[in-house]
């Protein structure tokens, strides 16, 4: 990515940027400043959406999502999937956004998604402007069963092609144990 796309995009996702990110980090995990100053190594053809973020992102700098050291070891499990191969530096993003979506269960923020209109509009509406400032896509990832289904039910988005990998937030070691598999890289 060159310097004038990487700010247009910054500049584009405004406040709501905290709540995408980008598949690098340091070996502080956390360092989103790091994104800056490596903006080279970024690319759009591959986009993967989660369903919300584990705690509220607003007024947080830009690209804090999945650079949340507090969720254990999630951090750790994406950086050594991603890192070193065609993923890395690929955007990362939730399907649901704002204060009021943050949960650590799909269920509750499910519940929320469902009974919110207002809430549930502003997500969309902010996604598609994702989407449109990120450009062609070649494929998207879920992250789960509950995002695909989410993300079917909004039109705009529905012609990306996608695919459902295992949540990294999966039991034990079963996230690197299948996504490299379902991902189709082998381990670094």
Not at 43 to 63: C, H, I, M, Q
Not at 101 to 127: P, Q, Y
Not at 170 to 186: D, H, P, S, T
Request: hydrophobic share 40%; net charge positive.
């Amino acid at each position: 990515m060159d310097a004038e796309r990487y700010k247009t995009l910054k500049k584009t996702l405004g406040a709501w940027g905290a709540w995408g990110s980008w598949a690098l980090w340091d070996k502080d995990l956390n360092n989103t400043a790091f994104i800056d100053a490596s903006y080279r190594k970024l690319k759009t053809d591959y986009v993967f959406v989660g369903l919300n973020a584990s705690k509220n992102l607003a007024g947080e700098p830009a690209w804090t999502n999945y650079h949340l050291t507090h969720r254990g070891s999630s951090e750790k499990k994406l950086s050594r999937v991603f890192t070193g191969t065609k993923f890395e530096g690929s955007y990362m993003t939730d399907i649901m956004k704002g204060k009021d979506f943050t949960s650590t269960g799909s269920a509750a923020a499910l519940e929320k998604w469902k009974n919110n209109e207002a809430l549930r509009n502003e997500s969309i509406k902010f996604l598609q402007k994702e989407f449109k400032a990120l450009g062609k896509v070649k494929m998207v990832y879920f992250f789960g069963k509950a995002v695909c289904c989410l993300w079917h039910g909004i039109p705009e988005l529905r012609s990306c092609p996608a695919k459902i990998i295992t949540h990294f937030a999966a039991f034990g070691n079963a996230f690197e144990k299948n996504v490299y598999g379902e991902l189709g890289i082998e381990k670094p």
